[in-house]
């Protein structure tokens, strides 16, 4: 177990609709950092906060957002959602920046019909 | 940006065998890491290092950075051994870069 929670496990929905991931880092840890990995593409990073602020951007669509809030938790939301949006989103935690070992969560894997 | 190979794809192997996947990459990197991912989903953190060689239990991950290149060793490999095993790396203060993973499958 590393520490790192999200919920939900699954979820299936259905396109158009708009979706809310959820993320609580390991106790201590300041930066989270969402991940897609989707079975073409394989695992790309697509944001990370730090502290509350949006520290890096990869490859995330504008049609989803993230935050990081007060308690450290982060939620990720994707809206508009579209079939080639199915896959798993993982959430990871580490105490800094990118240097620092990053500890991942079970992920949300996400079936959009 | 950097680009990370990974070899084999797949990799079948009879319990007890020595096993290495090979991880290269293109720009010069400030760490690298390990990581398995079970057949559930779950991603696990094996090893992070920018030189040398590191080893826990049965695993041992060696790095030179002259030739953009790691290797993932698994000593006497057992059954539960069978993941996706992922190589990522990281270059100064940008995310991580992924390879596409390792499959292996370990047979009793």
């Known amino acids: 177990d590393s520490g790192v929670t999200q919920t939900p496990k699954h979820l299936i929905t259905a396109t158009g609709q708009r979706v809310t991931l959820r993320c609580s880092p390991r106790?201590?840890?300041?930066?989270v950092y969402w991940y897609q990995q989707s079975l073409d593409q394989g695992l790309q990073f697509l944001i990370q906060?730090?502290?509350?602020?949006?520290?890096a951007k990869g490859n995330i669509l504008e049609r989803f957002s993230a935050q990081q809030f007060p308690d450290l938790h982060s939620e990720l939301n994707l809206s508009s959602l579209e079939l080639g949006d199915s896959a798993l989103y993982f959430c990871?935690?580490?105490?800094?920046?990118?240097?620092?070992?990053?500890?991942f969560g079970p992920g949300t894997r996400l079936t959009v019909t | 940006k950097n680009e990370v190979e990974q070899s084999p794809q797949n990799l079948t192997a009879q319990e007890g065998e020595f096993i290495t996947i090979n991880c290269s990459y293109s720009?010069?990197?400030?760490?690298l890491h390990w990581l398995q991912q079970h057949p559930g989903g779950g991603i696990v953190s094996l090893f992070m290092?920018?030189?040398g060689k590191k080893k826990h239990g049965r695993l041992i991950a060696t790095i030179n950075i002259q030739e953009k290149h790691s290797s993932l060793h698994i000593t006497a490999s057992h059954p539960r051994d069978s993941a996706v095993y992922i190589c990522?790396?990281?270059?100064?203060?940008?995310?991580?870069?992924f390879g596409k993973g390792t499959r292996l499958s370990v047979i009793a």
């Open positions: 106790s201590g840890d300041l930066s």
């Open positions: 290092l920018s030189s």
């Open positions: 906060y730090y502290n509350g602020e949006e520290r």
């Open positions: 990871a935690s580490s105490v800094g920046g990118h240097s620092y070992e990053q500890y």
């Open positions: 990522a790396v990281l270059s100064g203060n940008t995310p991580l870069v």
């Open positions: 720009v010069g990197i400030s760490a």
